[in-house]
């Protein structure tokens, strides 16, 4: 049983990883959900990598960007690890949603802040800094709703699963076997 908790929980991060290659509102992705999802289930070491990991994949695929603002994006997502880390020993319902909403709000600021700080779209005047969070708030509620949404399935598909094996509905060698 102790192996196949790790095991399903790196099963569910490819999986996501794998949407991530799926056509997609702009900003609803699964990556974050990956790095809360990684942060609470894996341990220290994977958790913080891993999303950067599942990010340099996927992006040598789809297309790499200005370093700068990779720098903010792999960021983010690192510090979402972490607030995994900080909710593992409390995880229920509210921690996780909470964990969520603050990842995508990281994600929001840091990214838009890079955004401000490192191109000329915007005046680098507070009125500019303003005007580029404004800007973005669209893509924030695509950042929130897909965030919960892949949370919700990660964290609640997983915990069914390892649910039923405890209470023995299905056996770990059927699980392998499908």
């Not at 799926?22 to 990684?38: D, S, V």
Request: aromatic share 16%; charged share 10%; net charge positive.
């Amino acid at each position: 049983m102790k192996k196949i908790i790790p095991g399903l929980a790196m099963v569910f991060v490819v999986l996501g990883a794998v949407l991530r290659f799926a056509p997609h509102l702009p900003n609803f992705a699964p990556i974050a959900a990956i790095a809360l999802f990684g942060g609470v289930y894996l341990n220290k070491k994977y958790a913080l990598i891993l999303p950067v990991v599942v990010m340099a994949i996927s992006d040598y695929f789809i297309g790499f960007y200005d370093i700068k603002l990779m720098l903010g994006v792999y960021l983010s997502f690192i510090l979402v690890g972490v607030i995994g880390l900080i909710i593992k020993k409390r995880k229920n319902i509210i921690t996780v949603i909470g964990g969520s909403v603050l990842g995508s709000v990281l994600f929001f600021l840091i990214t838009n802040f890079s955004v401000w700080a490192f191109y000329s779209w915007y005046p680098h005047t507070l009125s500019g800094l303003g005007q580029c969070f404004s800007m973005a708030i669209p893509f924030f509620r695509n950042t929130l709703l897909g965030d919960l949404f892949y949370v919700t399935v990660l964290f609640g598909v997983y915990e069914l699963i390892v649910a039923m094996v405890r209470k023995k509905y299905f056996t770990v060698k059927e699980i392998i076997k499908y």
